[in-house]
Every structure is written in structure tokens, then in C-alpha cells.
């Protein structure tokens, strides 16, 4: 039923798989294992992909963060998340100057999933909400409420460690 090989998903979303999975895990090798580890899965799987039921760009980013999520299960990790997590651009200050980055880091896993994705992608990746949309799969206002709604969050988790 797939209209798409995995040649073409390669050439069209290998660099974003890649930046998604070194934006949230410390270890080249470990990146690169599982970036091979998606596109095995994407191989044994492409057959039962449905357009009907998702874009190909949610069927794959759905399948890499499954993917990172089971390697943080079967790793669980006890170490902050990198303190490069920011390029400083239109995050509030405020959290930056007030709070140290473990803190933040800390802060930033107590959000949901979705909303933690939201912020990684746009403040680590650099990524506009609208890419993000197009690559989580939903629409710009959605993103753009969620992300509004994790710094909000943020602030309110930072402020309660006081």
C-alpha cells in the first residue's frame, strides 16, 4: 500500500529524524543506533502504513519518538538533561537569570511529553512553530497554545522550587 520507499524517506527525513534523536540524547553512538533502530522499524512497517489514518511525517516522527521513549525506558537515565537545551531566543529570560539550567532541566521533564518535545524542538533545534506543527502533525494554533502553555508551566514550576 506504501507509495514511498524507504530510499525516499531517507533523502527526505533523514536529517530531521537525526536531529530529533541528537536533541534528546546525549550519546553519538547511542543516536546513531537508534536512528538505525527507526529506520529498521520503518522498513519491517512500511507495508502497513495507512495515509488514510496519517501523514507520513506523523507516521515517522510517531515511530522515532516511540522509539526514544523505549531507549529512556530501558536506559533510565539519572542525568540532567543537557544544559545546552536553550539558544536564548524568546525564552523568558527571567528563568534563565533566576534559575540555574539543572533547575530548568528538572522543571522541563515534569512537563507532558508533547509539551517537552514542544520546547526541545523550538529552543535546542531552533525550529519555528510552524515546523514543529508540520512535524508533530498538528496544526499551528495547536502548537502555539501548547507551547504558550509549557512556559507558563515552566515558570510556575520554577517559581514553586523557590
Known amino acids: 500500500m506504501a507509495t514511498v520507499n524507504v530510499d525516499q524517506i531517507y533523502a527526505e527525513y533523514g536529517g530531521k529524524i537525526m536531529g530529533y534523536i541528537r536533541a534528546r540524547i546525549r550519546g553519538k553512538a547511542d543516536a546513531e543506533d537508534l536512528f538505525s533502530e527507526v ?4 522498513i519491517k512497517k512500511l507495508d502497513d502504513f495507512d495515509p488514510e489514518k496519517a501523514s507520513l511525517n506523523t507516521w515517522i516522527f510517531t515511530i522515532t519518538r516511540n522509539i526514544v521513549i523505549d531507549h529512556f525506558r530501558r536506559t533510565k537515565p539519572s542525568s540532567e538533561l543537557d544544559e545546552n537545551l536553550t539558544d536564548g531566543t524568546e525564552l523568558d529570560e527571567d528563568l534563565l537569570n533566576t534559575e540555574s539550567l539543572s533547575e530548568l532541566a528538572s522543571a522541563l521533564r515534569s512537563l507532558p511529553q508533547q509539551m517537552m518535545d514542544i520546547i526541545v524542538l523550538r529552543y535546542y533545534d531552533g525550529k519555528p512553530l510552524t ?10 494554533g495547536a502548537v502555539k497554545l501548547r507551547h504558550q502553555n509549557a512556559l507558563l508551566m515552566l515558570r510556575k514550576a520554577l517559581q514553586d522550587r523557590v
Open 131 to 140: 515546523e514543529i506543527a508540520e512535524l508533530m502533525g498538528l496544526s499551528y
Open 39 to 42: 529506520f529498521e522499524r520503518i
